[in-house]
């Protein structure tokens, strides 16, 4: 599994970490840093369009429809009056729980 890897080194194996005519090959090691560098910033980069796509196309729409901007208005207040009729439903329930 670990055949071939020079830069092993420690106590079952003969290379030793300590020295210095052998040094482990840090070249992998910048080049790693390079590329996962790059990697982030098309990370951010399609995070950032991702999300700008998703928020104005939500707002934009809503911006230029009208009726579909009053029915999710509709739709949230009547969402909303559901949850205030069913918390003072709740806190009826215990008031009472607790007089009995």
């Known amino acids: 599994m670990y055949a071939g890897?020079?830069?092993?080194?420690?106590?079952?194996?003969q290379n030793?970490?300590?020295n210095?005519?052998?040094p482990p090959a840090t070249t992998s090691k910048n080049?790693?840093?390079?590329?996962?560098?790059?990697?982030k910033?098309?990370?951010?980069?399609?995070i950032t369009c991702g999300f700008a796509t998703g928020f104005w196309?939500?707002?934009?729409?809503?911006a230029f429809k009208k009726e579909w901007r009053r029915k999710l208005f509709m739709i949230a207040e009547v969402t909303m009056d559901k949850v205030y009729v069913a918390v003072a439903v709740k806190i009826s329930k215990i008031k009472r729980g607790r007089e009995a």
């Open 41 to 46: 910033v098309w990370f951010y980069l399609d």
């Open 57 to 62: 196309g939500i707002i934009g729409v809503l």
């Open 20 to 22: 210095p005519e052998n």
């Open 5 to 13: 890897n020079r830069d092993l080194c420690g106590a079952p194996l």
């Open 31 to 39: 080049k790693y840093k390079k590329a996962n560098g790059l990697r």
């Open 16 to 18: 030793n970490c300590s």
